[in-house]
């Protein structure tokens, strides 16, 4: 499988296994056996969150985190894998959203979030810890502070941002860089191979969780920053009838963009979903794609995409797919 390297060096497997609904939507047994074939074909990454599933039917919140967690201990994989976990949008209060009552970025929330996601995963560290959303309350170089004390204590590897706003990225990295600190390294967003209107959002959804030119433009420009690309395959759009894309899809440049990807796929023997995956990975800049699956097939088929490449006639012939529409 390819590898990427975050940074402060440690390796990663270029396909990340996302664990939200581990615990709830995907039961314990069946979570333990797409984690067992994700390691044994060589993942490394897993990537989970303190909120996950709070909205899920009998979720409160930390599901996925324990189940990892157990599956860690019971398999004595702490040191075989990558965790990489959130902050910011659990609720506090019951029945609520995280609009409502998150967390939150404080030096106090961060600190007890980390010991609860401790706790549950049964580790004494977090490779890579996310600030899940923006906290606008909170002042930059709070956050900062409480995030940099975590990577130079040990507890955290590195630190990434996620659902944020380009320009507070940049000036949370600008006040770790005049402190000689730790600052964010990865971005964690929405990302495919279809592109959204970036002015239509449901009214549930983050404002500033797309990649967009300037995004891509940026992450090529700093050398240490990785992005991470969340729903890579718009929660089964590409393959099933049953799930429609979302509104923001909906414009000329669509269809263009799908008729390629139908086309690279049949000449190649590969799925849509995979060409998908592989044209993110193989990006400039590379992306790594955190995929949910629900069974071992749908697993199956994004492991083989690790293995797929574009040659340079493909991924131009699927990058310049509706620009002329688009």
């Known amino acids: 499988m390819r590898q990427r390297t975050l940074a402060d060096g440690t390796t990663v497997s270029a396909l990340c296994l996302g664990a939200m609904w581990f615990g709830t939507r995907t039961d314990e ?42 599956w860690l201990a019971d398999r004595g994989a702490r040191d075989r894998v990558v965790i990489s976990s959130k902050v910011g949008a659990q609720p506090t209060v019951p029945g609520t959203s995280w609009r409502e009552s998150g967390e939150g970025l404080s030096a106090g929330a961060i600190q007890s979030a980390v010991e609860g996601s401790l706790r549950r995963l049964g580790t004494d560290r977090i490779d890579v810890y996310w600030a899940h959303i923006e906290d606008r309350t909170v002042p930059i170089e709070e956050t900062v502070d409480a995030f940099a004390s975590l990577v130079e204590q040990g507890t955290v590897g590195v630190v990434g941002a996620s659902n944020y706003a380009l320009w507070k990225v940049e000036r949370a990295r600008a006040v770790a860089r005049g402190q000689g600190r730790p600052g964010y390294t990865c971005l964690q967003l929405r990302h495919s191979y279809l592109r959204p209107r970036l002015d239509v959002t449901a009214p549930d959804d983050h404002v500033f969780g797309n990649v967009d030119a300037q995004t891509l433009d940026y992450v090529r420009s700093e050398p240490d920053m990785s992005l991470w690309a969340y729903s890579p395959l718009l929660s089964g759009a590409y393959a099933r009838s049953d799930r429609p894309l979302l509104p923001a899809y909906d414009h000329p440049g669509t269809p263009a963009r799908l008729a390629a990807l139908r ?21 400039d800049p590379p992306v790594i794609p955190i995929i949910g699956v629900s069974s071992i097939e749908q697993l199956d088929e994004a492991l083989a995409a690790a293995d797929l490449e574009l040659d340079e006639e493909l991924r131009r012939h699927l990058d310049i797919a509706g620009e002329l529409d688009g």
């Open 29 to 70: 047994a069946t979570a333990f056996a797409i984690l067992d074939r994700f390691v044994e074909a060589g993942g490394s990454v897993i990537d989970t969150a303190d909120n996950y599933a709070f909205w899920a039917e009998n979720g409160a919140g930390g599901e996925s985190e324990a189940v990892l967690g157990r």
């Open 263 to 283: 086309e690279v796929a049949d000449k190649i023997g590969a799925t849509v979903n995979q060409v998908v995956l592989a044209w993110l990975m193989d990006g």
